[in-house]
């Protein structure tokens, strides 16, 4: 006996058109919810690089800046985006002195004396080292410029102590004799001449820009280098003030320096619930300047 055979049935083509919208809703819900993630995620990178670049940029301004004496001469030229200043490079101990009192001796850079010399950039010919001297009645700084790079030294003193015997040593030459109130235990201040800039760079945004200077090199100031940013156009603004807390364009009376850094996003951001265009941020610090 033979069954009954039930009739294929297959989808009307109402139920593919719903299938199809549905999916079609559902992809582009989705796709909708992945772009937007996506643009959260660039809009918060754009965002985070922009605060980096406000740290970046007030940690060096505030490093370099806040050792600086500007009763002694330490800031050579100033104005609302630049700052030229003595930067501090390193220091020493002196542990001796030759014959001619130009070759000054120093402990070298090793594990058993880490504390004694330290620098960020060794000296060169060109740079500045600052000796201090103490007196029973006064305190003076001697300055004398670089006639040489670091050699290896000669004997330390005798009554210079904190080596030990036979501990490796580091010599410069000086362009002058040094005073003769200056002798082992002195302390020496490596210092070249240094700026901060706002700049516009190749790619067209703002950054917050740095180069050195040596007398002996061939074109005496460096190419300017990016620290941090970009910034906006404004990005850098640089006030400095007097003892009084009036604007001074005095160097030797700064005792003030206050600091607006403004960031702008390289990119313009499009995430709902924040303005569209580039991201922008600020801060203000006050650097009180070593005496």
Known sequence: MLKARCPLRGFTLVELMVGLLVATIVGMA????AVRHEHLAF????????????????????????????????????????????????????????????LLIFPARTASTPNLTSWIVAPEAGDTVMIF?????????????????????????????PTGT??????????????????????????????????????GAWYLGFRDCLSTRATPCASV???????ARTGLQLRFLDSTNAPTADPHRVTRIDIVLRAESAMGL??????????????????????
Do not use: K
Not at 173 to 178: G, I, K, N, Q
Not at 225 to 231: F, K
């Open 225 to 231: 280098q990016p620290v941090s940013g970009p910034y």
């Open 166 to 203: 036979g501990a490796s040593t580091l010599a410069l030459r000086v362009a002058t004799p040094v005073a003769s109130d200056v002798g082992a235990g002195a302390v020496l201040r490596f210092v070249r001449r240094a700026r901060y800039e706002l700049y516009r760079a190749s790619d």
């Open 43 to 102: 809009a918060l990178e754009q965002i985070m690089e922009s605060r980096r670049a406000l740290r970046e940029g007030a940690d060096a301004l505030r490093y370099d800046l806040r050792s600086t004496a500007p009763q002694q001469d330490a800031i050579y030229s100033m104005g609302s985006t630049f700052v030229e200043f003595r930067m501090a490079t390193g220091f020493s101990i002196l542990c001796g002195l030759d014959s001619t009192r130009t």
């Open 133 to 161: 001297a103490g007196l029973a009645d006064s305190t003076r700084w001697y300055t004398h410029a670089l006639a040489s790079a670091p050699t290896s030294g000669r004997a330390c003193s005798p009554n210079f102590v």
């Open 30 to 33: 989705a796709i909708t919810i």
């Open 270 to 291: 499009h995430v709902p619930g924040i303005t569209p265009g580039a991201f922008t941020d600020s801060v203000l610090f006050t650097i009180r300047p070593r005496h």
